[in-house]
């Protein structure tokens, strides 16, 4: 009974020496784990895909995100944790802990760049500008987007993605947005296609000077077609000599349009042309193709820009004709301004 009753208290002290030791390694696991990180500035770390924990430890330990290794491993080990990190470009803050740095590799919370392509812009430009920005990688396709096939948004994207892989996106985002939108058209909307949508919400897109005004040109535009009209939109003129991109004179200042450029027949050119153009003539944005598929009843049928950024809306000819000499009138007024001021 004695020599029970030693082996029992060696026993018990074991016991309380484990869990002592149990507990101490577990408070200094826990220690390690939200002790501030090493770095001083915000940095980004990418995890490839495929990449095992234990080199994934590795790196972060070599890019100086963390300075106990050891911790991180036993940590993962012991919650389950070593199969559960997500591929991805992250970015984490300055002195972020192990344990922060872990969470977020695991929940997949990606850093993500942001690029913008405006509305209007047509597919050369937006090549231009896509090949221009340091956030995307690798060349431009061999084959260029159809004019039109690109919705304009403001994007968010991976570090690494590829300027194909952008431009993919963004032809994707046109695809899924008309998948939406067709189907939901008004019956007043004459369009007959999703590539006529795009088509004349282009020729919009181009015209509006102000937002609010996007409606209504749609809308006066729908009501030109329903009654057989041509367009007579200055932007398609544009895209037919020179695909869209600015007019300039000889000092390289932009100009207005050429009587003889307005009397050349293209494919655009809806002064000569009946109907819709050939194809697009930028990329219009979303609100413009939604407003081109739910025109607003109207019976204007005539516009000219009245100087302010907007427009002046008539029903008749003679109504367009007194607010195009108002125009004229305002266009004498300004270059006497400039004359005077010089």
Request: charged share 25%.
């Amino acid at each position: 009974m004695r020599l029970l009753r030693w082996v029992l208290a060696l026993f018990g002290i074991g016991v309380a020496v484990a869990a002592g030791a149990a507990l101490l390694a577990s408070s200094w696991l826990s220690s390690e784990m939200a002790r501030p990180g090493p770095f001083a500035e915000d940095t980004a770390f990418k995890v490839e895909r495929g990449t095992y924990f234990g080199s994934l430890v590795s790196e972060l330990s070599a890019a100086g995100l963390i300075e106990n290794p050891t911790a991180v491993k036993i940590y993962a080990r012991l919650n389950g944790l070593e199969a559960q990190t997500k591929a991805g470009s992250y970015r984490f803050p300055a002195g972020a802990s192990a344990a922060a740095i872990l969470e977020t590799i695991i929940s997949g919370d990606v850093s993500l760049l942001r690029l913008t392509v405006a509305e209007g812009l047509t597919t050369a430009q937006i090549l231009i500008l896509i090949e221009a920005s340091d956030l995307l990688v690798g060349p431009l396709p061999a084959d260029q987007p159809a004019e039109g096939a690109l919705l304009p948004d403001t994007y968010f994207f991976e570090e690494g993605t590829s300027r194909v892989d952008f431009l993919r996106l963004m032809a994707d985002a046109q695809i899924e947005l008309m998948n939406a939108a067709w189907p939901q058209r008004s019956p007043l909307a004459l369009v007959e296609t999703p590539e006529e949508a795009v088509i004349l919400a282009s020729i919009v897109e181009k015209e509006t000077g102000q937002a609010s005004e996007r409606d209504l040109i749609a809308g006066l535009f729908n009501e030109r077609l329903r009654r057989g009209m041509r367009l007579e939109s200055d932007p398609t003129i544009i895209y037919g000599v020179s695909k869209g991109m600015p007019l300039l004179n000889r000092q390289g200042n932009r100009r207005t349009l050429y009587r003889s450029e307005i009397n050349r027949r293209t494919d655009w050119n809806t002064y000569q042309i009946d109907g819709l153009p050939r194809t697009a003539i930028c990329n219009p944005g979303r609100a413009a193709i939604e407003a081109v598929l739910n025109p607003p009843e109207t019976d204007y049928i005539f516009f000219v820009a009245d100087g302010t950024g907007g427009h002046k809306f008539a029903r008749t000819y003679a109504e367009h004709q007194q607010n195009v000499r108002a125009y004229r009138r305002y266009e004498r007024q300004e270059i006497a301004r400039e004359r005077a001021g010089s």
